[in-house]
């Protein structure tokens, strides 16, 4: 089982950066990958970035290629937001998966992007 715990969320102006961090503990050796979504007011839950654990690319959500960046380190899963924009305004939340056990969330962390 993994855990997660999210971090980073806030207001922040149009054209502002913000951080995200997921530290994850417990067994991730059964991961294949592990990512950030998004949920805003209305919409379905959307992949925004994952990384797979194999050494391949990450893969992003079109609207945000470019701009935010999904890095990892021996205990934690960042993502790095820049130029953000209202329409990133959203819940973010930390995802494991593994194809044994499925998929695993965190708690969900709120970004807000107004001026």
């Known amino acids: 089982q993994v855990q997660l715990v999210e971090s980073g969320g806030g207001l922040v102006q149009p054209g502002g950066s913000l951080r995200l961090s997921c530290a994850f503990s417990?067994?991730?050796?059964?991961?294949?990958?592990m990512g950030w979504y998004r949920q805003a007011p209305g919409d379905s839950r959307a992949m925004v970035a994952t990384?797979?654990?194999?050494?391949?690319m990450p893969t992003y959500l079109a609207s945000v290629r470019g701009r935010f960046t999904i890095s990892r380190d021996t205990d934690t899963l960042y993502l790095q937001m820049d130029s953000l924009k209202p329409e990133d305004t959203a819940v973010y939340y930390c995802?494991?998966?593994?194809?044994?056990?499925?998929?695993?969330w965190g708690q969900g962390t709120q970004v807000t992007v107004s001026s």
């Open positions: 990384l797979p654990l194999n050494g391949d």
């Open positions: 417990g067994n991730i050796f059964n991961l294949y990958s």
């Open positions: 995802n494991t998966f593994s194809f044994r056990t499925g998929s695993t």
